[in-house]
């Protein structure tokens, strides 16, 4: 794991060097994917049908085939242990609680010459969402991409998974079960995302499709963007942890572990005024891994992409996080709040030495849908506002007519566009 | 124009056919974009002032020659009649004050376990806003892209705006001197979304992207999307008019008309229950038609793309409009407040016979800036949220992440994420 000091000369460029990530514009999967955009809108269910048997190895022969059944859902939710079933009982209506805060209302007002003026908030119509299958089976991905849109008001959720081989984790359906999704289709891949965007004699078009997937997704999710909406573009997951030098080094350890088993370009970066509590730190990596499962991959992504800062102060810590601006923010000290307004740009900040990255990734409330590689500068954690969208509303009484109309038509006959003048004039006219 | 009648039995084809839009995935267009994007990232402004000679024949030896000053934009303002000043000024109070409402707060509460949860949210840092030069300069533009990043508090905007052969509009520099632009940069295209997106030696790089353009803009910025924010993909601007009967049947024609001079692909459409009362719309239409100065452009179209549909009654009109999603929706009837609780899908609704659009377009306050071609089904008007973004807060008493973690390591290890899982159980071990 490499080890950095802000001290150091060369420090913003090995900062930059380790933290850079070029989200692949790869031409040739450019091209595969706009193939399987364009067969599945002009062939429908016949060209899924072709993808799922030839990429996922599972053949069917009717898309009704692939369909998950409402029974088959609730049976895999009775099917699990009953800890299981519990515990994404319990996380679900958390989440579900925490998400009711992001409604928003719609809203209006008069100005003082009698115009009424605001938003419309609905919900959309029907989404898709996607999640990832086969070995990689995330029921908390589920809760965290549906919830939010049931909170919205969102009538109908369509969710894609692949079943590689027929492969299909019961824990994945019943969560699917718990959170509500209307209907369940076993396919993936560009294919699956072009089902929804485009619709098919089988899968509905939807107005918006959600969800982490592949280098194939996430560009499928690029190429459909405008057509539908789409949530963001993600890159590997990071975290990135400020301490003070008092938490447990083990518990530090861990977290940075937890990030990095996800697969070996996820980030994980320690930032931390005490150089000796950084050696203890490493201390603990060295002797946690070997006992750590997925210990190829942890150390795999830490030796590629870890770090560990050596800062002047926690100050210059929060400074560095701004400029990473990093989807995962631990916050491990012993104040956290103090440190709070200085902190500008984060997906999702965890306060204090007991708030494991983890709580939040299945539990806490908040969505563990977060903006990634930098994007936290302008994108949000996935929200309720995500499924909710606004019409603006412009009421104009005849007295407010009158002032209105004399800008709009100065400005109009400033931009040469003198239909647009006139159509503000004529209501000027109205005594004539 | 086209007449139809929803009582036809191939209303619906005829109706799809006429509002399709293939929103254009170009090929070669997409070539030439990636080449410029690539050349400005890695040459910076010799790359943009190459593109800016060539594209828009406007040599400059030096980025800093493309930089118009502050100065230069007060002496804009100062140099336009000052009707038009007033006008610019009267149309920015009345949408700042609009979009005031839109602000959204950081919030956060305590679970009954003490955990805080909430969000924090925090204003863009620095945003570029394109604006379209040359000819088609509109300054309205400035005001709706600018005034809601400065509402929502971003530190520093960035403006674009080609400047061909030179031409460069006093009244567009003016609109940017009264919306508070920080810097404004006359080159536009591919080479200034690059500039924008990438940061040159000159310009600076933003953290999202908004503002119209043409295909190559369009084609850019989506190319961008996820290193920068970007507000949304536009296509031609349409108007959909649902009438009673009873409005002044020139008004209505010169709304349509209003639509149809933006440009040959613009769409107007007129929806009413009354058909002698589309016969004199109609005849208005071809009365005023002669008299417009974009006659030719209103004309072109109209034939092609606008019509005149008879509906059965009102809500059928509604539920039509609700399937196109228009960009804007004009409910000119006697009582639109009972009409507005069916609409589900538009970008912004005009309501009641005095709200012509273009009161809308420059000063009644909401946003000009809207979802076109069907999106209105998932995106919103340009906002003060698309400047703001989101941190999830979580900060876990010592009593809290006992359950919580129970619940995160059960899921956690339903997932085999078992350093996730050990993360958490960790923290349940402090008594030791």
């Given at each position: 794991m490499?080890?950095?000091?802000?001290r150091?000369?060369?420090f913003?460029?090995?900062?930059?060097?380790?933290?850079e990530?070029?989200?692949?514009?790869d031409?040739a999967?450019?091209t595969?994917v706009a193939a399987?955009?364009s067969a599945v809108?002009?062939?429908?269910d016949?060209?899924v049908l072709?993808?799922?048997?030839?990429?996922?190895?599972?053949?069917?022969?009717?898309?009704?085939?692939?369909?998950?059944s409402a029974?088959?859902?609730?049976?895999?939710?009775a099917?699990?242990?009953?800890?299981?079933r519990?515990?994404?009982?319990?996380?679900?209506?958390?989440i579900?609680s925490?998400?009711q805060h992001?409604?928003?209302?719609?809203w209006?007002?008069?100005?003082?010459?009698?115009?009424?003026l605001g938003?419309?908030?609905?919900?959309l119509?029907?989404v898709?969402?996607y999640?990832?299958g086969?070995?990689?089976?995330y029921?908390?991905?589920?809760l965290?991409?549906?919830?939010?849109?049931k909170?919205?008001g969102v009538?109908?959720i369509i969710?894609?998974?692949?079943?590689?081989g027929g492969?299909?984790?019961?824990?994945?359906?019943a969560?699917?079960?718990?959170a509500?999704v209307d209907?369940?289709?076993?396919?993936?891949?560009?294919?699956?995302?072009?089902?929804?965007?485009f619709g098919?004699?089988?899968v509905p078009?939807?107005?918006?499709?959600?969800g982490?997937?592949n280098i194939?997704?996430?560009?499928?999710?690029r190429?459909?963007?405008g057509r539908?909406g789409i949530?963001?573009?993600?890159?590997?997951?990071e975290i990135?942890?400020?301490c003070d030098?008092?938490?447990?080094?083990?518990?530090i350890?861990?977290?940075l572990?937890?990030?990095?088993?996800?697969?070996?370009?996820a980030q994980?970066?320690l930032?931390?005024p005490?150089?000796?509590?950084?050696d203890e730190?490493q201390?603990?990596?060295?002797?946690?891994?070997?006992t750590?499962?997925?210990?190829?991959i942890i150390?795999?992504?830490?030796a590629?992409?870890?770090?560990?800062?050596?800062?002047?102060?926690?100050?210059?810590?929060?400074a560095i996080?701004?400029q990473?601006?990093?989807?995962h923010?631990?916050l491990?000290?012993?104040?956290?709040?103090?440190?709070?307004?200085?902190?500008?740009?984060?997906?999702?900040?965890?306060?204090g030495?007991f708030?494991?990255?983890s709580?939040?990734?299945?539990?806490?409330g908040?969505?563990?849908?977060?903006p990634?590689?930098r994007s936290?500068r302008?994108?949000s954690?996935?929200g309720?506002?995500?499924?909710?969208k606004?019409s603006?509303?412009?009421?104009?009484?005849?007295q407010?007519v009158q002032?209105?109309g004399?800008?709009?038509?100065v400005?109009?006959?400033?931009?040469?566009?003198?239909?647009h003048?006139?159509s503000?004039?004529?209501?000027?006219?109205?005594?004539d």
């Open positions: 490499q080890r950095l000091d802000t150091d000369s060369d913003a460029q090995r900062l930059a060097r380790l933290t990530w070029e989200q692949g514009l031409e999967v450019n595969t399987i955009l809108q002009q062939r429908g016949a060209a072709e993808y799922t048997a030839r990429l996922d190895h599972l053949q069917a022969a009717t898309m009704a085939e692939l369909e998950v029974a088959h859902l609730e049976a895999a939710l099917a699990i242990p009953v800890q299981q519990e515990a994404l009982e319990q996380a679900a209506e958390r579900r925490y998400h992001q409604l928003q209302e719609s209006e007002y008069r100005d003082a010459e009698g115009n009424l938003q419309k908030i609905t919900a119509d029907r898709g969402i999640v990832p086969g070995k990689a089976s029921p908390s991905s589920v965290m991409n549906a919830l939010p849109a909170v919205a009538a109908e969710m894609v998974v692949p079943a590689p492969e299909l984790s019961d824990l994945v359906l969560a699917a079960a718990v509500g209907r369940v289709f076993t396919i993936g891949g560009a294919q699956a995302v072009a089902a929804l965007a098919t004699e089988t078009a939807v107005d918006k499709i959600v982490p997937g194939y997704v996430a560009t499928a999710k190429q459909v963007f539908v949530d963001m573009i993600a890159g590997p997951s990135l942890v400020i030098g008092a938490t447990n080094p083990e518990w350890a861990m977290d572990f937890s990030q990095a088993e996800h697969d070996e370009n994980a970066i930032l931390c005490d150089a000796d509590y950084l730190v201390a603990c990596i060295d002797r946690l891994l070997p750590m499962e997925r210990a190829d150390r795999a992504s830490l590629a992409r870890g770090a560990l800062v050596l800062t002047r102060d926690l100050a210059e810590a929060v996080s701004n990473l601006a990093p989807e923010l631990e491990s000290v012993l104040d956290p709040e103090a440190l709070l307004p200085l902190v500008r740009h984060a997906g999702a900040i965890f306060m030495r708030t494991s990255e709580l939040g990734d299945y539990c806490a908040p969505n563990h849908v977060l990634t590689s936290a302008f994108f954690p996935l309720v506002y995500d499924f909710q606004r603006s509303l412009i009421m104009c009484s005849e407010g002032s209105l004399r800008i709009a038509s400005l109009a006959r400033g931009e040469q566009l003198t239909a003048a006139r503000a004039e004529m209501r000027l006219q109205q005594d």
